[in-house]
């Protein structure tokens, strides 16, 4: 599994926004925006999962608007959450245990 597969990207996205819950602490946006820490992926990948995320009832507080040119583009996203569902979705799905092994690997051979 790549560090940009589908997968990868939604786990860590879940991951974080789902400890953030428990800590009862603000998301630092900057790190799940296209770019970001945790989303090392181009603009049009990264809306991608989010619109699918946000349709599947896995994250709430974005919002998307379409413009002229066709392109989505997502508002909102200091106010995005985890859902319950996100977090069924996070503690029981067999690919996330697989992307969740694949980063542990990355990280046990990457420096810092």
Not at 6 to 14: H, N
Not at 17 to 45: H, S
Not at 69 to 79: F, P, Q, S, T
Request: hydrophobic content about 40%; proline content about 3%.
């Amino acid at each position: 599994m790549a560090k940009d597969d589908y997968y990868v990207i939604v786990y860590k996205i879940l991951a974080y926004l789902y400890v953030k819950l428990k800590a009862w602490e603000d998301i630092d946006q900057y790190l799940i925006m296209p770019g970001g820490q945790f989303c090392k992926i181009n603009e049009r990948y990264w809306t991608y999962i989010m619109i699918h995320m946000l349709r599947g009832g896995y994250i709430e507080g974005i919002s998307t608007t379409r413009t002229f040119g066709a392109e989505c583009i997502v508002n909102n996203l200091d106010c995005i959450q985890i859902t319950p569902r996100g977090i069924d979705y996070l503690c029981n799905n067999s690919l996330f245990e697989k992307a969740k092994a694949f980063l542990k690997d990355v990280k046990e051979i990457t420096p810092s």
